[in-house]
């Protein structure tokens, strides 16, 4: 799966060749001997190592779902075919074709993802962190936000609420404690200056004990218009795309009920939960959509058309009442028999290899603590011969985890095409 050094534009080769001759002349002249072998071994690695941190696809045999540093959530294959569509050519992506005027291009995507939530309209932006920082830019500069303690959430990758506040120009209002927040909190800093208040999703860590929070429901009592970030854009808590709701999906807050408790604006990820490419969307109130969609922020943070198309195209798998072609939830609702069945395929070609019972998880910060019962291929690797292991791996293109002295990949995250692909990585990993 390595790309080959043919693979490589002969600029960089050239370039490579060169350093290689440089390091040379540096030895020489130092008095050590030069192989030429050695120096075209030398360029090799080089243009080698260029190759390997070329982006690519991987196997993520990580049981996590929604795996950041592996690029999310894989897209579904209807809506890639939708942003090559508009992509490769010309599209109405700001024209209206009734009429032959300017139109917007927060008139498709967003405004299905918007009705597929229930909400009045959409808004779709580069990431949720746009979309936040957007959002309070746009309703809240020079003014209060009121947000619990509890929820002064540091995301991972730079995200970071109180830092994101600041950026947007509003003024942070801290109320009750990290464990518990409730209403009269609330009541006691709202003022005049009050724009809005936060709720966020602290979707990356999980508080157990003597806990308190104000549900939305509550604080749309208190007066200011509600913005709830949601993170992970489960659009539906009751999942009504799947035929049965995901047991380990167990609280986790959805998009349209936040909308259906009063929140005024609700934001998201596109690629999290929502199983799409790379977005933030913004949903609520059509007013607030609108101040949100003039600030001049929405232009500096805009989704670009492919992203667009493939959102429409996510929405309709939604809208449709079936979403299980959705990668990201035909991967989290296998039965575990099936995939133990894959399992035993392949570790029938593994020199060592067994099926193992695994737990998958969520990731991108969504659902902490909770597991997804699962199954892989694991392969015995005591003592360092694990973290060498892994890296043969690798190599591969395969990024699999380890656990007590156990290779395993988890077949969770794989796509059952690439079984063979899994298979061959891992005969020939585990004989070198
Ligand atoms: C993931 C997340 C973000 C950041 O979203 P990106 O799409 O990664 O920019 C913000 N807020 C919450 C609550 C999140 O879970």
């Known amino acids: 799966m390595i790309q080959e050094l043919d693979g490589l534009p002969h600029e960089i080769l050239a370039a490579c060749a060169r350093e290689a001759v440089a390091a040379a002349r540096a030895q020489a002249e130092r ?53 090559r569509q508009v992509a490769a050519g010309y ?9 032959g005027e300017r139109g917007s291009r927060h008139e498709h995507a967003g405004a299905l993802l918007a009705q597929a939530c229930g909400a009045e309209a959409g808004l779709v932006v580069n990431n949720n962190a746009a979309a936040v920082l957007l959002a309070l830019a746009a309703l809240a500069r020079g003014r209060e936000v009121v947000v619990s303690r509890g929820e ?5 990758g730079g995200f970071r609420v109180p830092e994101i506040m600041a950026e947007s120009g509003c003024r942070l209002v801290e109320v009750g404690t990290t464990n518990r927040t409730r209403r009269a909190d609330y009541v006691e800093a709202i003022g005049p200056e009050t724009a809005l208040v936060l709720k966020v999703h602290a979707s990356n860590y999980r508080m157990v004990g003597f806990v308190e ?12 218009p509600v913005m709830v970030d949601a993170g992970s854009g489960l659009l539906d808590e009751s999942t009504p795309w799947l035929p049965r709701r995901p047991s380990w999906l167990r609280d986790e807050p959805g998009v349209r009920q936040a909308v259906e408790a009063g929140a005024a604006l609700v934001t998201f990820s596109g690629d999290k939960l929502l199983g799409g490419p790379q977005a ?22 805009r989704a670009d058309k492919m992203t667009l198309a493939a959102l429409q195209a996510v929405a309709f798998s939604y809208l449709s009442g079936d979403a299980t072609g959705i990668p990201l939830w035909r991967m989290a609702t296998g039965s575990v028999d099936d995939l133990s069945a894959r399992a035993e395929v392949i570790a029938a070609g593994v020199p060592g290899g067994k099926v193992v019972d695994t737990e998958a998880v969520a990731g991108g910060g969504a659902l902490p603590g909770l597991t997804i019962p699962s199954a892989g291929v694991g392969v015995d690797a005591p003592g360092p011969s694990g973290e060498r292991l892994l890296a043969r791996l690798r190599e591969h293109g395969v990024v699999a985890r380890l656990e007590d002295d156990t290779v395993v990949c988890d077949l969770r995250t794989i796509d059952p095409l690439d079984d063979t692909n899994l298979a061959e990585a891992l005969r020939t990993a585990c004989a070198s």
């Open 91 to 99: 599209s109405n992506l700001e024209y209206r074709l009734d009429t």
């Open 152 to 156: 002064l959430v540091e995301i991972g």
């Open 31 to 83: 008095g050590d001997p030069v192989d030429p072998d050695d120096v075209i071994g030398d360029a090799k690695q080089r243009a080698a190592a260029i190759g390997a941190a070329l982006l690519r696809p991987v196997l993520n045999a990580t049981g996590v779902l929604i795996h950041t540093n592996l690029g999310r959530a894989p897209v579904a294959e209807d809506a890639l075919d939708a942003a």
């Open 280 to 301: 933030g969307i913004l949903a609520g109130r059509a007013d607030l959509i609108g101040s949100v969609a003039r600030h001049p922020l929405a232009r500096a943070t």
């Open 213 to 224: 929070t104000t549900p939305v429901s509550e604080l749309v009592t208190l007066g200011p």
